[in-house]
């Protein structure tokens, strides 16, 4: 959930400073933007990794600490609580084969923590959600000891100034109140960043925005959490309900959520979306760069800006980089951990294809469809999967409803077209859509795996039993390396 700061608490003082720097970066931002040649280069891609750790019974294991200090390696972080770890994988250019070389380094980093984590009877999974946790997996006390996450889960309780409820229906609705935000904990994802120029960022920002509900819809991973059958990307609500900072009478007169799809479509460029963040949400870690956060760069650091903005958690976020002479990205944070490394590298390319493909619509498709449209069909997609009703312009350019199923299927060679303007390889593109398409003949993603083999075990089991016994062949055919439409489901 970020980097981290070196303040336990903020004073009136701090916090005055603070609001005048903001100003102060979104002036230098637009000052940037303003420059012919900024920010102009050739595409490249990265992605981060979240995952949990789990015992030999397939309970959380509370060791993310210890296998840092024994991996000693600067990509791995801690996240939020202790059974959370987040693999930052190195950075590559957007042409040739990026996603299977993503998928081979993901493969890679976890075979070598497995190796670590082994001596501690741990190992790592690569699963939305967690479906064995517990509520003691999401209390406060398994709160990683990171300084960062105690002082921003204060600033957010203060201003919710309640508990935070969590209210997710489905198959099994769940009703629970916590008093901290490690619910978000339990939600582990595989992010991608696409470099984007900025003449061109408002049409692939908006194009993500389009795109995310039939990305999400193919690639759900997360049906349970707390024992509960609920949404097939049960990560979308329970983020959203964990980190609520809104007070009741705010959540009704529909103040924008820290997370979801934000507030509309982007007019002109990245600026905007900057300049919603520190407009519209207040400031949770007022905490001012010092000589320590700066590093010597052609380009300004931002640093109170960059530190805001990443306390806003938005499921496609701008990103400003002062590295190489500054750049903008667009992180695409909605799709789930897992099933396996060459799932998450299909679901990824599927997604950026298609927001490529997308973005040269996006002039007259932001005029035809409404936003709050696009975050109900994201919102359907989370739901119900392949199975969302979803509104979207036909070939003559009028709105109507389809699966999201029919319309990934119409949409593929729209995505090869946009990988394809990204200088992959052709190769790559037929193996990474080979693969959406495989789910889509058999009608399977990560969720619909787990609940169907949930279902099997439930037949000779407890529902306590049946959960580690699932996560259990999970894991066995993850580590397989295939993906997920040719995993077992003889059962189904």
Not at 49 to 71: C, F, H, R, T, Y
């Amino acid at each position: 959930m970020g980097s981290s700061i070196q303040q336990r608490s903020y004073s009136p003082e701090d916090r005055k400073k603070f609001s005048l720097r903001l100003r102060q970066n979104l002036k230098q931002l637009s000052q940037l933007l303003e420059q012919p040649n900024f920010g102009v280069g050739k595409s490249s891609l990265g992605a981060e990794l979240e995952l949990s750790l789990i015992d030999p019974q397939g309970n959380a294991s509370w060791v993310n600490a210890k296998i840092i200090d024994l991996a000693n390696d600067p990509q791995l972080t801690l996240e939020l609580n202790r059974y959370n770890l987040e693999i930052n994988l190195s950075p590559i250019a957007a042409a040739g084969s990026p996603f299977s070389t993503i998928a081979e380094e993901m493969t890679q980093k976890l075979t070598q923590l497995n190796q670590l984590a082994a001596p501690l009877n741990t190992r790592t999974a690569s699963i939305g959600i967690l479906p064995t946790l517990t509520q003691r997996d999401v209390s406060r006390a398994a709160m990683s000891d990171f300084l960062r996450y105690r002082v921003l889960s204060d600033a957010i309780k203060e201003l919710h100034q309640a508990p935070f409820e969590i209210d997710i229906d489905g198959e099994e609705p769940l009703l629970i109140g916590l008093t901290d935000l490690n619910a978000e904990g339990a939600n582990t994802s595989f992010q991608l960043h696409l470099r984007v120029n900025p003449e061109a960022f408002a049409d692939c920002y908006n194009a993500a925005q389009m795109a995310t509900a039939l990305g999400l819809a193919i690639s759900t991973n997360s049906p349970l959490f707390l024992g509960h059958r609920l949404w097939e990307e049960t990560r979308i609500p329970l983020f959203k309900q964990a980190v609520e900072t809104r007070k009741s009478n705010e959540q009704a007169g529909h103040r924008v959520a820290r997370t979801g799809l934000g507030s509309g479509w982007v007019k002109a460029s990245a600026y905007e979306l900057f300049q919603r963040s520190v407009d519209d949400f207040a400031v949770l870690l007022p905490e001012c760069a010092t000589e320590s956060n700066i590093t010597p760069n052609a380009a300004p650091e931002l640093f109170e800006l960059r530190l805001h903005h990443g306390t806003i958690w938005q499921w496609n976020r701008a990103i400003y980089d002062p590295a190489a002479g500054g750049h903008l990205r667009i992180e695409f944070r909605v799709l789930p951990s897992g099933p396996s490394p060459i799932d998450m590298a299909a679901s990824g390319a599927f997604l950026v294809g298609l927001s490529k493909g997308l973005s040269h619509k996006m002039v007259e498709y932001s005029k035809l469809i409404k936003f709050d449209h696009i975050k109900t069909n994201f919102y359907r997609a989370a739901k119900q999967g392949l199975d969302a009703t979803i509104l979207w312009p036909d070939k003559n350019n009028r709105l109507q409803e389809s699966s999201a199923q029919q319309l990934i299927q119409e949409l593929l060679p729209l995505a090869k077209q946009g990988l394809q303007e990204l200088e992959i390889s052709t190769h790559e593109i037929e193996s990474m859509l080979g693969i959406i398409q495989q789910r889509l003949d058999k009608r399977i993603t990560g969720a619909r795996w787990q609940l169907q083999t949930l279902r099997h075990f439930e037949k000779s089991m407890t529902r306590s039993a049946a959960l580690p016994a699932m996560l259990n062949s999970y894991l066995e055919q993850a580590d397989s390396g295939k993906p997920v439409h040719l995993w077992s489901t003889e059962w189904a």
